[in-house]
Structures are given as structure tokens and as C-alpha cells.
């Protein structure tokens, strides 16, 4: 067990590294399409809205409450993450470099579970550092509609608790499913051979 | 080189079966320390999946083997016990050639510090930040082979490494196979190209139908024939 868990944090390392770089996926669609398309709908929702509430006429504008404060943040930045996720899952083995995975981690679970743990992580602190500094400023710059966002309300701390575990939830890394159905599915044919060809020999 | 193992392999009546057919039947082949071993045989002999499983990535259906004295399914650092370059196209689409090297040094456990010297090693310093993508295959070759070099590993296995390598690199590679045989490595390569057996390796070992039909070294080998061409002709049963 100890030897899968240090490969398990090579594996978390090499993501990493993997990663990085001027073509890296989380310069080109992280940063643009996790943080700053969020924040700039936010921003944006926020500002007609505040506006709109100022303007004396017909168009009523509700104040909102801190549970609707942060629905673009929830949308887009857990959408992107998990994209991201599912590419980098799918690229992995693409091709030749099947052969070279399978040399590194020969444990067939540890890149999935890496890449699990390293875009998890990712997509956890990335949406609850989002939710959390949203939850702050839009009170304080657009009083009229969100003056009753509050971070330290019984909502707004339900948020940063539960964020983290909606982000980085295994469910929503798809791609890898398929692979771990496929190992299973093996592992149950050889399973039920095995069984078939024990119930023959001992009739 | 890496600690105090006893540089090898060791096949031991080996079969490998895949999708339903027997690619390599009982293939047994001994692999020492300080030679430069030539695994020959036609296309789809079974070459390169006994190098695959040798590197751990296919399973084998009988028999044994074994890697510097032990077996290396699930060895925690395998760039370290056997360095593989079996294809020249393993590599991230997106990475630069010293990028690909990092991520493989972090994958493997192995310090970064010696990408620089293998890169150099390779002849890959001043293309080492440019994309793999825009790489020749000489030079993916080149990376591949320096891939290979980063666990310091007492044993090497090599699949065509000299395809595509220009007349600098193949005496490059050359001298490399030399150098390696002469730090004690043991070293496995497949290739069709005889003239560099001839020039660099120590011993063949020739594969057909997935049987190792001969194993000798290159002297050995040749002797009674024209040629070493014609000696492999002849074990493969193409000549008489």
C-alpha cells in the first residue's frame, strides 16, 4: 500500500508538470473559461441589475438572496474544470503513450485517480475561492440588489462547506468511467470463467 | 548506474497470448550484462510484443521473466530498473521535448536534474524548448532514446531506435550502444538494419512464428554463412 500511495503522488505530481507550460489547459481554458467568464457574466448580471433597479419605471427589480448569488460561478467554473478533466483523462493514453502509462503506473487506477485528485483539488479551490470572494464584493459594489448576500450567513457558509465536495465529486469526472467499467468488466468475465471452468471440472 | 543490481534479463520459456492468438510461444532468452544483444526476425515475428512484455506492459500466459534478477511487475521506480523507448511517438501533443523529459523524471522518481544531461546526451539541447509536434522522427527518436537514459537503469530495451536517424545519428547511437555495453549495461534492441548489428552488437537472437529459433553470438552466428543476411536467411528458413 505504500508503494501505490507514492505512486499515487508521483502521478499527482506529473499532472502537474504535465500541465504546465505555455500551452498548458489551465492558461488556454481554466483561466478564461473557469475564472474569468464567470466573473465577467457575474459582473455583468450585476451591473444591468443595479442599474435596472435604480431606474423608476415599470421593470421591478427583486433583491437577491446569498443562495443565488453565486449560480454563474456554480455553472460555469464546475462545467469548465470538469471538461478540462475529462480531456486530459481522454488525451492520456491516447495513442503511443498508452505504453509509456502503463510502464510509469502499472497499476491501472493510479493516472485516473491522479488526474481525480489533481482536477478535484483544482476545481474545489478554484469554484470555493470564487463563491467566497463574489459573496464579498457584490454586497459591497451593488448594494441595491445584493445588499443581502452575506458570506457569514447560515447560506453563504453552507456554500464554501459544500462547494468544495460538489466541485470535486467522482461522478463528475466521466470519462474515466468507461475505463474502470471496462477493468471491472474484465475482471467479472475472468471472475465467471473461472467459476464455469471450476463447476465443469468438479461435475 | 543505478545501485548494486546485477545488470540482465532473463526469459524463461515465455508464452504471450493476445485477442486469442499465441504471439510468442516459449521464447526463452538470456540478456547479460556488458553486451548488446540484437533481437531480429520478419515483421510481426513477435519482437516488439516480447519487449513489451519484458517493460511489464503485457501480460505473459506462461513462463517467467525476470528484470536484473527480479521480476518488475509493479516495480515503485521502473525508468529506474529498465529504460524503454519503444516508440518514437510517445509524447504529450502539446509538450516541448525538455517539458516531456519533466513530466517523465516526475512520473518515474527520478531527480530533474537529469534532463539537461541527458538532452545533451541526445544531441536535443538547443531544441529542447521547441513542441515535439515539430520534431523530425530522428529527433523524436533522439527524445525517445533519452527517455530511455533518464533512470540511469543497468538494463535497456530499444524497439527500432534507428529508424529515422540520419547518418550522424546512427554513428551517434553507434557509440552510445558502445559506451552502454562498456559501463556494463545490458542492452536489448529490435531492428531489421544487419549492418549495424554487425557494427555494434555482441550476440542476435533471432524470433519466427513468436519462437526463438536462434541465439548466439554475432561471430557465432555468421559462422558458415556469406553473411549475416544470409545466416539469418537461412535460420528463418527463407534460404537453404
Redesign the interface.
Known sequence: MP?AL??LR??V??E???T??R???LLGVVLPGAVLLPLVVTVVVATVSEHFSKVSGDVEVVPVGTTNSVYWILTFTVTVWCCVAAYTQA?ADR???G??G??????SWTGVAARWVFYGVGAAVCTVTLAALTMIALPTFYPTVYGDVDLLSADGLRFVLTIPVYAARPWEFPSAWPRWWGIRRRRWRSCSAGCTSWRTRSR | MTGALSPGIEIDRVSIRLAGREIVREASLRVAGGEVTYLLGRNGAGKSTLL?AI???VPVSAGTISVNGAAL????R??AQIG?H???????????GV?HL???A????INPARVGAVLEAVGLTSAADR?VTGYSLGMRQRLGIA?ALLGDAPTLILDEPLNGLDIMGIRWMRGLLADLAADGRSVLVASHLFDEVRRSGHRVAVVDGGRIVADAGVDEFIDGHASLEDAYLSTIGEIR
Open positions: 508503494a507514492g505512486q508521483r502521478a505530481n506529473a502537474r508538470v504535465r504546465g507550460g500551452r498548458s489547459v488525451t495513442g503511443d503513450l505504453d509509456l502503463r510502464i510509469l503506473f502499472p497499476r | 513489451r517493460a511489464g506492459i511487475a509493479r516495480a515503485p521502473p525508468l524503454t519503444l516508440h518514437p511517438d510517445g509524447f504529450h501533443s502539446g509538450h516541448t517539458r519533466r513530466w517523465l516526475t512520473a518515474s522518481g513542441p527517455g
